[in-house]
């Protein structure tokens, strides 16, 4: 065991690595910031041995690799990469773009035209417009099964299924998939299968991140993150991971260098040097003001229903506490609340028409995972791929003071009350 891996995580992430297999910056406090769109050979030779051993999992050897093009392999990039695989206790981790790229990639480099996905129904709205607009176009099949309903799946699962794809939680209900019965059904089905063929469990761990749950460790295959949310962690970054097997590395750095969707090394850095170091302090403080806004907006009458992991009628109570746990073992539900307004008392389009206009602490805006607590309405917003008409809110819980974020909710249900409901006569 390496000197850093008997340190905390949260330690680990405020330190980085000792010294990187990708680069000689042990001089350097913090890692440099690389920007060089193409390197020097010295000679045809070294030149030749860059491409021969792109996409290899780089062991330490002492020796940096050969660095050809930013775009097949860059060191910024190359330090926050093995970082990532470091935090999900995975083998081999590949950046993107964007979540969306890195979602679209780990999927397009294992999928083979006839293939097919099951994904569970609720999905982050674009992962649910990939889906249906654009994988039938590429000869992708794709079912979608409620990833819980273990019986159905059995029966559903055939030949051509390559992948159980999911959130947990998902965005935006908030709602668990058991990956441990997840996994139990995907072994039992591979041990009829070929390894080429093996049915793979991929799940998106935005919401938690990996603070708060380790998928691999919990049965995933792979894990995908939007870094853009509480990893990058102060809204200036659009960028995505995958965390895999180092089987399936080759493969998917040979995807991402034809696709080209790879990460800015400035923005690799941003997300190594302040979203990383910073990730632990910032869940923990918006954590504790997610808890208090969720037990308070679950006494509101003017609120119909609150989804929050960390109430005691969270439904799926105790799986949470299995599965959403911190790298000190504590319970951590997130900073994500998903809260429904009684239409009779409180109209929810007004009400977030209000907060928009007259608070401070709360800001009308979509993404998540920010330093500033965000409120939106995914039916007709994040989730508007799916047509479905619907009043719930999210709310993505930043680094406010709680009481001012609390203020700021009271007054805007209190401004946007029906007159029948003010003058008491809303029924529930
Ligand atoms: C759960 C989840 N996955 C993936 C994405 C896509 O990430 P990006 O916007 O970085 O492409 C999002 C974006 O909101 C998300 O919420």
């Known amino acids: 065991m390496s000197k850093k891996q008997q340190y905390k995580l949260t330690t680990r992430l405020v330190h980085g690595p000792e010294h990187s297999a990708k680069w000689d910056f042990s001089h350097h406090v913090v890692p440099p910031l690389s920007s060089s769109t193409t390197y020097r050979l010295d000679s045809a030779k070294r030149g030749a041995r860059g491409f021969q051993e792109f996409g290899q999992l780089v062991e330490d050897t002492g020796e940096a690799p050969v660095y050809i093009y930013d775009r ?3 060191p910024t990039r190359s330090i926050l990469e093995g970082e990532l695989a470091d935090m999900e206790q995975g083998e081999a981790c590949v950046s993107f773009a964007s979540g969306m790229a890195a979602i679209s990639g780990i999927l397009g480099s294992i999928l083979q035209k006839g293939d097919e996905v099951i994904a ?8 649910h417009s990939l889906f249906t607009h654009w994988y039938p176009r590429q000869g992708f099949g794709v079912q979608r ?6 019986a159905k799946l059995k029966k559903q699962v055939n ?7 999911c959130e947990s939680p ?4 908030l709602e668990l998939v058991d990956l441990g019965a997840l996994r139990k059904l995907a072994d039992a089905i591979n041990a009829q299968r070929k390894p080429a063929r093996k049915l793979l469990i991929v799940i998106d761990n935005t919401f938690a991140t990996p603070f708060a749950q380790r998928p691999l460790a919990l049965g995933a295959d792979v894990v995908v993150h939007s870094l853009t949310k509480n990893l990058g962690g102060f809204g200036t970054e659009v960028g995505g991971a995958v965390i895999c097997p180092k089987s399936m590395l080759a493969s998917l750095l040979l995807y991402r260098k034809d696709f080209g969707a790879i990460l800015s090394a400035k923005s690799a850095w941003a997300i190594l040097v302040y979203g990383l170091p910073t990730l632990a302090v910032r869940l923990k403080r918006q954590q504790y003001t997610a808890r208090k806004v969720a037990a308070w907006l679950e006494k509101q009458p003017a609120v119909a229903r609150v989804v929050y992991p960390g109430l005691a009628s969270y439904p799926q109570r105790k799986l949470a506490e299995r599965q959403l746990v911190d790298v000190d073992g504590d319970f951590a539900p997130g900073n994500m609340i998903y809260f429904e307004l009684d239409p009779k008392r409180v109209e929810a389009e007004r009400f977030v028409d209000e907060i928009a206009s007259s608070a401070y602490s709360i800001t ?10 965000l409120i939106e309405l995914p039916a007709s917003m994040t989730h508007s791929s799916y047509g479905k008409a619907g009043g719930a809110v999210r709310l993505s819980i930043g680094l406010e003071s709680p009481s001012d974020i609390l203020a700021d909710l009271k007054n805007a249900l209190a401004a946007t009350q029906t007159p029948a409901s003010r003058n008491g006569r809303a029924v529930r």
């Open 72 to 74: 097949l392999d860059e």
């Open 120 to 127: 569970h129904p609720v999905l982050y709205g674009c992962t």
């Open 145 to 150: 099964i409620d990833l819980n309903d273990i």
């Open 159 to 165: 030949d051509k299924t390559r992948v159980l794809y």
């Open 170 to 173: 998902v965005n935006p209900t």
């Open 364 to 373: 009308l805006a979509v993404s998540l995972g920010h330093t500033k607590t």
